[in-house]
C-alpha cells in the first residue's frame, strides 16, 4: 500500500508539489483573516521543499536533492532556534533556488510535453519567487529599511511579507504599499521582474503550446 501511494505521488510529483506551493503561498492572507497569527508560512514553505527532495530520486539529482535537504534541515533548526535572522533566511533563498534548479531539467528534458512537465516549470516559476522572497527578506534584516511602505511600517519585514513583495515583483503588478527604498533592493527587483517576464513569455509559454499540439 505504502509502495502503490509512494509510486502515485512520484508520477505526478510536480502537479502535487505545484498546488502544494499554490497553497503555501495564498495560506497567510487567509489564516490572518481568519486571526491566526504564527509561523504557518514558513512550516508549509518548508514542507513543499521537502517534497521537492522527497521526488528527486535519481543520479547527480538525487545528490543535489540531498543537499538542498541538508540545507533545509539547517535552516528549521535556525527558525525554530530563531537565531541568526539573516542566516536564516538566505538559507530559505537558497533551499529555494536550489529547489527551483533540480526541477527544471524535468522541464527542459527531450520527450513528450505533458502536464508533469509544464507543472514542473511552473514550479520552478514559483520556487524562484520564494527564493527571491528570502532575499529580500535577508536584505531588510542585514539592511532595515530596504523595503518601505505601508506593510514594513510595522518594523522589521517578516517573510510573509517578504514572499508577498517578490510575487508582486515577479507578476510586475507593483501595487506600491511595499517599494524597495535601496540600490539593493532595486536591483533585486528589477532582476525578478526581468526573469518573470522572459520565463513565462519563453519557456512556459512553448511548453504549453507543445502540450496543446500533442494532445
Same mark, same amino acid.
Given at each position: 500500500?505504502?509502495?502503490?501511494?509512494?509510486?502515485?505521488?512520484?508520477? /505526478?510529483?510536480?502537479?502535487?508539489?505545484?498546488a502544494?506551493?499554490?497553497?503555501?503561498?495564498?495560506?497567510?492572507?487567509?489564516? @490572518?483573516? $481568519?486571526?491566526? &497569527?504564527? =509561523?504557518?508560512l514558513?512550516?508549509?514553505l518548508?514542507?513543499?521543499?521537502?517534497?521537492v527532495? %522527497?521526488?528527486?530520486? =535519481? +543520479? $547527480?539529482?538525487?545528490?543535489?536533492?540531498?543537499?538542498?535537504?541538508?540545507?533545509?534541515?539547517?535552516?528549521?533548526?535556525? &527558525?525554530?532556534?530563531? #537565531?541568526?535572522?539573516?542566516?536564516?533566511?538566505?538559507?530559505?533563498?537558497?533551499? %529555494?533556488?536550489?529547489?527551483?534548479?533540480?526541477?527544471?531539467?524535468?522541464?527542459?528534458?527531450a520527450?513528450?510535453?505533458?502536464?508533469?512537465?509544464?507543472?514542473?516549470?511552473?514550479?520552478? !516559476?514559483?520556487l524562484? *519567487?520564494?527564493? #527571491? +522572497? *528570502?532575499? #529580500?527578506?535577508?536584505l531588510? %534584516?542585514l539592511?532595515?529599511?530596504?523595503?518601505?511602505? %505601508? =506593510?514594513?511600517?510595522?518594523?522589521?519585514?517578516?517573510?510573509? @511579507?517578504?514572499? !508577498? #513583495?517578490?510575487?508582486v515583483?515577479?507578476?510586475?503588478? *507593483? /501595487?506600491?504599499?511595499?517599494?524597495?527604498?535601496?540600490?539593493?533592493? =532595486?536591483?533585486l527587483?528589477?532582476?525578478?521582474?526581468?526573469? +518573470?517576464?522572459?520565463?513565462?513569455?519563453?519557456?512556459?509559454?512553448? $511548453?504549453?503550446?507543445? !502540450? *496543446?499540439? @500533442?494532445?
Amino acid at each position: 500500500m505504502q509502495r502503490a501511494v509512494f509510486a502515485a505521488f512520484l508520477r /505526478y510529483r510536480h502537479a502535487w508539489l505545484f498546488a502544494t506551493l499554490v497553497a503555501t503561498i495564498g495560506v497567510d492572507p487567509v489564516a @490572518e483573516a $481568519l486571526g491566526f &497569527h504564527g =509561523r504557518l508560512l514558513e512550516w508549509l514553505l518548508a514542507l513543499s521543499l521537502l517534497t521537492v527532495v %522527497a521526488g528527486v530520486s =535519481r +543520479g $547527480l539529482a538525487r545528490a543535489f536533492g540531498l543537499a538542498i535537504g541538508a540545507v533545509l534541515v539547517v535552516w528549521l533548526a535556525l &527558525h525554530v532556534l530563531q #537565531f541568526g535572522v539573516a542566516s536564516e533566511r538566505l538559507l530559505l533563498a537558497g533551499g %529555494a533556488l536550489g529547489a527551483a534548479v533540480a526541477i527544471l531539467p524535468a522541464a527542459l528534458g527531450a520527450g513528450r510535453v505533458d502536464s508533469e512537465r509544464v507543472c514542473a516549470a511552473l514550479c520552478a !516559476y514559483l520556487l524562484v *519567487g520564494v527564493a #527571491f +522572497g *528570502g532575499l #529580500f527578506a535577508a536584505l531588510d %534584516a542585514l539592511a532595515p529599511g530596504s523595503l518601505g511602505g %505601508a =506593510r514594513s511600517s510595522r518594523g522589521a519585514l517578516s517573510i510573509d @511579507e517578504a514572499v !508577498y #513583495f517578490s510575487f508582486v515583483t515577479l507578476a510586475t503588478l *507593483g /501595487y506600491g504599499d511595499l517599494v524597495p527604498a535601496t540600490g539593493a533592493a =532595486r536591483a533585486l527587483s528589477i532582476l525578478e521582474a526581468v526573469f +518573470g517576464q522572459l520565463y513565462l513569455a519563453v519557456l512556459v509559454a512553448r $511548453l504549453v503550446s507543445l !502540450y *496543446g499540439r @500533442e494532445r
